[in-house]
T-cell receptor, first 118, second 115 residues
Framework: DAGVIQSPRHEVTEMGQEVTLRCKPI?????LFWYRQTMMRGLELLIY????????DSGMPEDRFSAKMPNASFSTLKIQPSEPRDSAVYFCASSALGSSGSRYNEQFFGPGTRLTVL | QKEVEQNSGPLSVPEGAIASLNCTYSDRGSQSFFWYRQYSGKSPELIMS????GDKEDGRFTAQLNKASQYVSLLIRDSQPSDSATYLC???????????????FGQGTILTVHP
């Protein structure tokens, strides 16, 4: 079975440009999570969705960040305008928390997108 | 106080030894607990989950949970150089409200297994 798919795997952009990261969760999973990982701050939850609806976006750093989930198999995280301090690895994860018989919130991570903002 | 705390390490053990990784958490209502392994440049990989007090064994890995003391640990028996990685402890804060789906991660412990 395919795991969580993310694209692009690497992104290098210049300050002020718009960046869009993409994620396809595991089929049948009803929760989707966006994380950011840096050496200084570790792994931080930015936002998560349940059945395509944003549940908690308290981790989104500021208005420059936005996320959408138009359907059960696709989500985007957009940064506009990007800044050098946004450089990090962005992970998408999914879980089947709400599914019958599922374990409590076992989350499975995609390979990540390494973002560098110059 | 951080919600989930781990010793950052590095923890260095010889090949064949037992590696012991510890994690404490602050929310007494936490319901589920996880250990992830992350190799350098890779994504976190779920290796153990535990929900009840006591021990849970899976191959060379044993997770231990003590809710009264608010700690969870991971033991790796017969450590191998391939176990060298960062180990992340993650805690689900508890049911209800917007915490239902969330995991809070510790900073991770770097483990090095030397031949």
């Amino acid at each position: 079975d395919a795991g969580v798919i993310q694209s692009p795997r690497h992104e290098v952009t210049e300050m002020g440009q718009e960046v869009t990261l993409r994620c396809k969760p595991i089929s049948g999973h009803d929760y989707l999570f966006w994380y950011r990982q840096t050496m200084m701050r570790g792994l931080e939850l930015l936002i998560y969705f349940n059945n395509n609806v944003p549940i908690d976006d308290s981790g989104m750093p500021e208005d420059r960040f936005s996320a959408k989930m138009p359907n059960a198999s696709f989500s985007t995280l957009k940064i506009q305008p990007s800044e050098p301090r946004d450089s990090a690895v962005y992970f998408c994860a999914s879980s089947a928390l709400g599914s019958s018989g599922s374990r409590y919130n076992e989350q499975f991570f995609g390979p990540g997108t390494r973002l560098t903002v110059l | 106080q951080k919600e989930v705390e781990q010793n950052s390490g590095p923890l260095s053990v010889p090949e064949g030894a037992i590696a012991s990784l510890n994690c404490t958490y602050s929310d007494r209502g936490s319901q589920s607990f996880f250990w992830y392994r992350q190799y350098s440049g890779k994504s976190p990989e779920l290796i153990m989950s535990i929900y009840s007090n006591g021990d849970k064994e899976d191959g060379r890995f044993t997770a231990q949970l003590n809710k009264a003391s608010q700690y969870v640990s991971l033991l790796i028996r017969d450590s191998q150089p391939s176990d060298s990685a960062t180990y992340l402890c993650a805690v689900n804060p508890g049911a209800g409200g917007t915490s239902y789906g969330k995991l809070t991660f510790g900073q991770g412990t770097i483990l090095t297994v030397h031949p």
